[in-house]
């Protein structure tokens, strides 16, 4: 595998010369992988230059494996780009005769009209018409000599299995011209059943695949010699599963047994058997979305009883819908209302224990206001009850007042009990008066 990604690398490098391109360097790059439904991306460190730098990339795709290509041509180094948009006048920054290659345009892979019909293609007859095998298309054709793939199907519904079948079928070889025949309403319904889409809308579906260069009208059920012969056609493309219909096993038989038979895989989780069975499955839910949609009950095939009954169903909806968003508006409020609640008890259970202590600070066993007390109880008593002097103090008698005498007598007045002492002193000292006069 290493040296076969490195013999093609070197003969598109090669080819690419061939066309003259005025370049500075050039990279090529091949990966490939297995094709077992995985992706292959690639990328590259280089220097890059907007302006004068581009690339291209393909990828082929068969059932076996998948190869990503990418070439960058022509590419120029990102640091003489900088200096010739310096020394350059011309648009952007470089001159008329630098030798920058003019931008190239970018290339679009949609297709910009759909594939024609069969009978509106012409084939040149005068060629002999010559199958080739396997290997000569797997090694690649001629521009001018496509190999001609031809896959069948009925396409009703066109989904993402068919659109990645006909890929496939598309990438099945280098070179590929892929023709598609669709079957008309008259076999499909006598051989398969009735279908949802008419034959000119499955026409038209197949039409319009990008992977599509050529659609057959009214495709045979089986392939003919004859058919393959008229449509110079070189390979059949379709699943490999035994295709049992119109009394025989399989419809490919004979194909595979030529050797023109060439395998792609089923996309597994849809088909239109699948899309038909999840619409009749849910037939109630789509009926009453058409007839939202102002689609009428006749051209629904809806009875009297079944549509009255689907606007009720209807409005019954639109009231449990409503009364689900109160519900949950309701749920909401809740929420947020025991959230709230949650945060009050906290507060409260931190203001709470913060009280009681204060509470306890001022009115407990020890608190503030027992002290309080005792020290007011203790001023009062204080203020009421006179201090003693202490016995320990030194005693001052008190200077003897002047006695007081009656006129014209030497004696003294009476004296109270209490004052005797006192007078006895006063007239002890009233006598040595006298004797000092």
């Not at 990828?59 to 310096?86: A, H, I, Q, W």
């Not at 190999?147 to 070889?173: E, P």
């Not at 609640?341 to 202590?357: M, T, V």
Request: aromatic residues 10%; charged residues 30%; contains cysteine.
């Amino acid at each position: 595998m290493p040296q076969l990604t490195k013999s093609l690398s070197e003969i598109i490098k090669d080819r690419l010369k061939e066309e003259g391109f005025d370049r500075y360097k050039m990279v090529v790059q091949v990966v490939i992988g297995e094709q077992r439904g995985e992706g292959v991306n690639m990328a590259a460190r280089c220097f890059w230059d907007a302006d004068t730098d581009s690339y291209a990339h393909d990828v082929f795709v068969n059932f076996l494996v998948d190869v990503l290509g990418k070439m960058e041509p022509p590419t120029s180094s990102r640091l003489n780009s900088r200096k010739r948009r310096k020394d350059g006048s011309g648009p952007n920054g470089a001159a008329e005769l630098d030798g920058i290659p003019p931008k190239m345009s970018r290339r679009s892979f949609g297709l910009r009209e759909p594939a024609p019909f069969s009978d509106e293609v012409e084939i040149d007859y005068s060629k002999p018409y010559v199958r080739v095998t396997y290997e000569e298309a797997m090694r690649g054709t001629p521009s001018d000599r496509p190999v001609r793939v031809y896959a069948d199907g009925i396409f009703d519904l066109f989904h993402s299995g068919h659109a990645r079948a006909l890929m496939q079928a598309k990438n099945l070889f280098p070179n590929t011209y892929l023709i598609v025949g669709v079957c008309s309403d008259e076999l499909t319904h006598n051989f398969k059943g009735f279908t949802v889409m008419n034959e000119n809308e499955r026409y038209d579906a197949v039409q319009h695949c990008r992977y599509v260069d050529e659609v057959v009208r009214n495709a045979p059920w089986t392939l003919t010699p004859e058919f393959l012969a008229e449509h110079r056609i070189d390979f059949v493309a379709h699943d490999d599963i035994p295709y049992s219909s119109a009394g025989s096993d399989d419809v490919y038989k004979h194909i595979k047994e030529a050797g023109m038979f060439a395998p792609t895989q089923r996309t597994e989780g849809i088909s239109t058997s699948d899309i038909i069975t999840r619409i009749v499955r849910d037939y109630d839910v789509y009926a009453r979305r058409n007839l939202q949609r102002g689609y009428t009950a006749k051209e629904l095939n809806v009875s009297f009883i079944n549509e009255k009954k689907y606007h009720l169903q209807e409005r019954v909806d639109k009231v449990k819908k409503r009364v689900k968003d109160v519900e949950e508006k309701s749920k909401e409020f809740v929420q947020k209302v025991e959230e709230k609640s949650i945060d009050l008890i906290q507060k409260w259970e931190e203001k709470s224990r913060e009280f009681i202590g204060n509470f306890l600070e001022m009115f407990g066993p020890e608190g503030a206001l027992k002290h309080m007390l005792k020290e007011g109880k203790g001023r009062m008593l204080q203020a009421i009850s006179p201090k003693q002097s202490p016995s320990s103090s030194p005693t001052h008698d008190r200077s003897p007042s002047p006695s007081f005498r009656w006129p014209f007598s030497t004696k003294t007045p009476p004296s109270s009990p209490a004052n005797r002492s006192r007078n006895e002193s006063a007239v002890t000292y009233d006598i040595s008066e006298d004797e000092e006069d």
